[in-house]
């Protein structure tokens, strides 16, 4: 089975996450939608996908499966709310909201809707921090009282 995947977002992070669903065989970015059109053609060109107008025809597609939402912090609950009410799983970027109270918002309707909702942090899985996390809990830097760490995306 692939999963029908929609876009709403196609600027830095959205196109990464396009890239991704293009790579993987179990997926098919079907929409992309933007405000900026040229970022939008310029993601959907490169998996055959249509480009749409407005997050809502996103959202509203009952052949797609999946939304990504990888806006502006200001719109990702709201859209991540009406894809989960939609009946979609949702992958919103971070954070998933402004306040405690937009985050909430989200969770429950992806609860109370039985869809998956996750948070784009993928910094969790990568090696380096798999490493660092394992010498925390082994021991190895001591009795820990504070840490702070700066991991980035270069050529920004």
Partial sequence: MRH????????GAGSKRAAA????????????????RREALST????DADVVDSWEDVVNDNSID???VSTTHDQLSLIGCAAA???????CEKPLGRNPS???????AADS????LRAGYNHRFHPSIMA???AVEDGRLGNLDFIRGHYGHGGR
């Avoid at 669903?21 to 179990?26: E, G, L, N």
Wanted: glycine letters at 10%; one cysteine or more; hydrophobic letters at 50%.
């Fill in 85 to 91: 009410a939609a009946g979609k799983h949702v992958l």
């Fill in 21 to 36: 669903v293009i790579a993987c065989d179990r997926s098919q970015l079907v929409k992309v939608c933007d405000l900026n």
């Fill in 4 to 11: 029908r995947v929609g876009l709403v977002g196609a600027g």
């Fill in 102 to 108: 937009e985050v909430q918002d989200l969770v429950m």
């Fill in 66 to 68: 999946i939304v990504i």
């Fill in 44 to 47: 959907a060109i490169q998996a």
């Fill in 113 to 116: 809707n039985g869809v998956c």
């Fill in 132 to 134: 660092m996390h394992q």
